[in-house]
Every structure is written in structure tokens, then in C-alpha cells.
């Protein structure tokens, strides 16, 4: 990659290190809301240990996009495959394939009534059967990593946003997936709890996690994204690296939209 184009320093560990085998492909999805056509004709393939950060503007399927690929959405027509499976619809298989792919939300949506170590430990036991003191073990080990292991008896009302969405992280993480979703995880926050949760997924990144992140965060795209995926009414307009997309955008509304937001 030109360096010499690189307008801030990111680790080159992230960007350049190679990246394996297809894990997440979504072959010609179709995806309608009644007559609104949300989803056209996704064709994308995320490899393993591969960052992508999917951006573009407000309802052009980018939330659709990541809550098909677990199943929080079916879609009408095409196929995705995890790990070359197909989605499964139900049950113990859709559970396990949940827990493969981890998905943190713009709103946490963390268990209000339960603690902080509760949220990180209840999945493992339930869906993956781990052993109570086993699983509060990963859990403080996962608190520990993102910073928040002091918080592990709270209710998640009593953290910051930036701490109850780096919890969120860790009760993803909790579950050993193999890739984890992002959908606009700072978007909610205060500015100055923005970077404690980029580092963390700069930080997942740098170890090899695949990644799908729709975020506005170019910061964070170029410190850490392999490609970009630029989408606009349901369609993949572009996909490229970040340099390329950044100073060298193709088409005209992916032009547009970056006039609008640098
Ligand atoms: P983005 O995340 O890019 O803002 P979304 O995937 O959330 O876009 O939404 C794409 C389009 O689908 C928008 O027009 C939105 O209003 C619509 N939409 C999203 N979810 C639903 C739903 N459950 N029912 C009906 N329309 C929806
Ligand atoms: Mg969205």
C-alpha cells in the first residue's frame, strides 16, 4: 500500500497482515420492508481476521446488513454462509451461530436488571453450558481486558455509556466468536468516551478478530480497516481499501457522501 498517502498513523499490523479464508459471504441478497427495498443485490465476502468497515448514509441498509447475518433478520432471496454453513432458522444451531457471531449495538442492550458480571457470564452458561465459576473467570478476564473489572457488581444504569458498551464487548467476546459485528457502537456516546471503546476494537482488530464495523469513525477506519464498504439505498457501491476509497472515491454518491462528513 502507497504509505506515502497515509494521512495518519495507524498499525501497520492490522492493515497489512494477511488475511484467510472466506468466513462471512453473502451471495445476491435481497432483503424488502414491504415495498422498501432495503437490501440489493449484497454481494460481499468477509475473509478470516479481516477488518471491514461498512459506512454510507442513514437507511441505506447498513443495520440490515449486519442483523442478517445472525439471523435477527431472514432475507428473501440469495444466501449467506457463516463458516460455510448456511444461517441456520432455529434453535440450538441459530444459538450456536449467535455466539459465532457476536454483535454489539449502538445501545448496548445490556440485561438492565442483572450486574455487570451477570451480563458477561449468562450466555456462556446457558448457551454454551459452561460452569458457573469457569464462566465468571472468563468474564473477569474479559472485564479485566476492557478496562472495567472494578465495575463487574454494578447494574449497567450505573456506568458510563462508554463503560456499559465496552461490557457489551466483553459479554460478545465471552461467547469465543469467530467474528464480531459492530452496528455504529460509538454512535450513542458523549465524544469523550468515543476513543475508550475505539481502543478496545482497534485492540480486537490488532489480534486478528474478523470484524464488520458500520461506524462514521474514519479515524477509526483508518487505523484499522482492511477495506471499506461504502453503501447507499440497499446497494454495495463501492469496496476498497481505505486509502483508495478515501482519496480516491469512484462513484459520485460516495463522493458526496464523504463531502458531507470530513
Ligand atoms: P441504516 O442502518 O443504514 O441507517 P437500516 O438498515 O436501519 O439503515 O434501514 C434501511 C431502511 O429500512 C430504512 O429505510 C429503514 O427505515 C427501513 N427499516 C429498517 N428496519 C425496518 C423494519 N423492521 N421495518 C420496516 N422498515 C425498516
Ligand atoms: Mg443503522
Same mark, same amino acid.
Given at each position: 500500500?502507497?504509505?506515502?498517502?497515509?494521512? %495518519?498513523?495507524?498499525? $501497520?499490523?492490522?492493515?497489512?497482515?494477511?488475511?484467510?479464508?472466506?468466513?462471512?459471504?453473502?451471495?445476491?441478497?435481497?432483503?424488502?420492508? *414491504?415495498?422498501?427495498?432495503?437490501?440489493? @443485490?449484497? +454481494?460481499?465476502?468477509?475473509?478470516?481476521? %479481516?477488518?471491514?468497515?461498512?459506512?454510507?448514509?442513514?437507511?441505506?441498509?447498513?443495520?440490515?446488513?449486519?442483523?442478517?447475518? +445472525?439471523?435477527?433478520?431472514?432475507?428473501?432471496?440469495?444466501?449467506? /454462509?457463516?463458516?460455510?454453513?448456511?444461517?441456520?432458522?432455529?434453535?440450538?444451531?441459530?444459538?450456536?451461530?449467535? $455466539?459465532?457471531?457476536?454483535?454489539? !449495538?449502538? /445501545?448496548? +442492550?445490556? !440485561?438492565?436488571?442483572?450486574?455487570?458480571?451477570? +451480563?458477561?457470564?449468562?450466555?456462556?452458561?446457558?448457551?454454551?453450558?459452561?460452569?458457573?465459576?469457569?464462566?465468571? $473467570?472468563?468474564?473477569?478476564?474479559?472485564?479485566? #481486558?476492557?478496562?472495567?473489572?472494578?465495575?463487574?457488581?454494578?447494574?449497567?444504569?450505573?456506568?458510563?455509556?462508554?463503560?456499559?458498551?465496552?461490557?457489551?464487548? $466483553? #459479554?460478545?467476546?465471552?461467547?469465543?466468536?469467530?467474528?464480531?459485528? !459492530?452496528? =455504529?457502537?460509538?454512535?450513542?456516546?458523549?465524544?469523550?468516551?468515543?476513543?475508550?471503546?475505539? @481502543?478496545? &476494537?482497534? *485492540?480486537?482488530?490488532?489480534? *486478528?478478530?474478523?470484524?464488520?464495523?458500520?461506524?462514521? %469513525? &474514519? *479515524?477509526?477506519?483508518?487505523?484499522?480497516?482492511?477495506?471499506?464498504?461504502?453503501?447507499?439505498?440497499?446497494?454495495?457501491? =463501492?469496496?476498497?481499501?481505505?486509502?483508495? !476509497?478515501?482519496?480516491?472515491?469512484?462513484?459520485?454518491?460516495?463522493?458526496?457522501?464523504?463531502?458531507?462528513?470530513?
Amino acid at each position: 500500500m502507497a504509505d506515502s498517502m497515509t494521512a %495518519e498513523p495507524r498499525p $501497520a499490523d492490522v492493515t497489512t497482515r494477511p488475511t484467510g479464508e472466506p468466513l462471512i459471504v453473502l451471495d445476491h441478497v435481497e432483503k424488502h420492508f *414491504g415495498d422498501l427495498h432495503v437490501l440489493r @443485490d449484497v +454481494n460481499l465476502t468477509i475473509h478470516r481476521g %479481516e477488518v471491514v468497515v461498512v459506512i454510507g448514509p442513514s437507511g441505506s441498509g447498513k443495520s440490515t446488513l449486519c442483523r442478517t447475518i +445472525n439471523r435477527l433478520e431472514t432475507i428473501d432471496s440469495g444466501t449467506i /454462509s457463516v463458516d460455510g454453513k448456511p444461517l441456520p432458522a432455529e434453535g440450538r444451531e441459530l444459538a450456536r451461530l449467535r $455466539a459465532d457471531v457476536g454483535m454489539v !449495538f449502538q /445501545s448496548f +442492550n445490556l !440485561f438492565a436488571h442483572r450486574t455487570v458480571l451477570e +451480563n458477561v457470564t449468562l450466555g456462556q452458561i446457558k448457551a454454551k453450558g459452561v460452569k458457573p465459576a469457569a464462566a465468571k $473467570a472468563t468474564a473477569m478476564e474479559l472485564l479485566e #481486558r476492557v478496562g472495567v473489572a472494578d465495575q463487574a457488581s454494578k447494574r449497567p444504569a450505573q456506568l458510563s455509556g462508554g463503560q456499559q458498551q465496552r461490557v457489551a464487548i $466483553a #459479554r460478545a467476546l465471552a461467547m469465543k466468536p469467530k467474528a464480531m459485528l !459492530f452496528d =455504529e457502537p460509538t454512535s450513542a456516546l458523549d465524544p469523550e468516551m468515543i476513543n475508550e471503546v475505539l @481502543d478496545v &476494537m482497534v *485492540g480486537l482488530a490488532q489480534e *486478528g478478530m474478523t470484524m464488520v464495523v458500520v461506524t462514521h %469513525e &474514519m *479515524g477509526f477506519a483508518r487505523r484499522a480497516a482492511h477495506r471499506v464498504v461504502f453503501m447507499d439505498a440497499g446497494q454495495v457501491v =463501492e469496496d476498497a481499501e481505505p486509502e483508495t !476509497f478515501f482519496t480516491a472515491p469512484r462513484s459520485d454518491r460516495a463522493k458526496d457522501f464523504l463531502s458531507k462528513i470530513l
